[in-house]
């Protein structure tokens, strides 16, 4: 298997690439996802579920075309949403972001917000 901006890089069926992560990176992920619950059916694998998120979010493909390698997407889906209500995803962006800090990947002078915001040209008529 090669290695390819730090993604294992293989090929599934229909030929197309598939990107998971590595070592280091579920390393740095797991800890910051909730603990899983007592109770209900065995849970599905953190690690599969959030490759199959990623997966969908990478490629744009609907959520039922996402490949069953990664479990079923309606898991997948409804772990992005809870999580994302719980504010896990920004807690993962917040650490993954210090982390590039702390080993100098991240030039701040070339960093910016944009509050910028343009209307649409055709928007809603406004009833007064």
């Known amino acids: ?18 990107r998971e992560l590595t070592d280091e990176q579920w390393k740095r992920i797991e800890p910051l996802l909730p603990p899983h619950g007592r109770m209900g059916c ?4 953190d690690r599969k579920v959030v490759e199959g998120i990623l997966y969908v979010l ?4 609907r959520w039922r075309d996402m490949p069953r390698t990664y479990g079923a997407y309606v898991t997948a ?5 809870r999580w994302e209500g719980e504010g896990v995803w920004e ?3 917040q650490t993954l972001l ?5 080993e100098g990947k991240i030039e701040w002078t070339r960093a910016f917000l944009d509050g910028s915001f343009a209307p ?8 007064d």
Do not use: N, S
Request: overall charge positive; hydrophobic content about 30%.
């Open 42 to 45: 065995p849970r599905v694998d």
């Open 91 to 93: 807690q993962i962006w």
């Open 120 to 127: 649409a040209k055709r928007g809603a008529k406004r009833w």
């Open 77 to 81: 889906w409804r772990r992005l949403r």
């Open 58 to 61: 990478r490629t744009g493909c």
């Open 98 to 102: 210090g982390t590039l800090d702390e």
């Open 1 to 18: 298997m090669k290695q390819f901006h730090k993604f294992q890089f293989d090929r599934y069926a229909g030929g197309m690439p598939r």
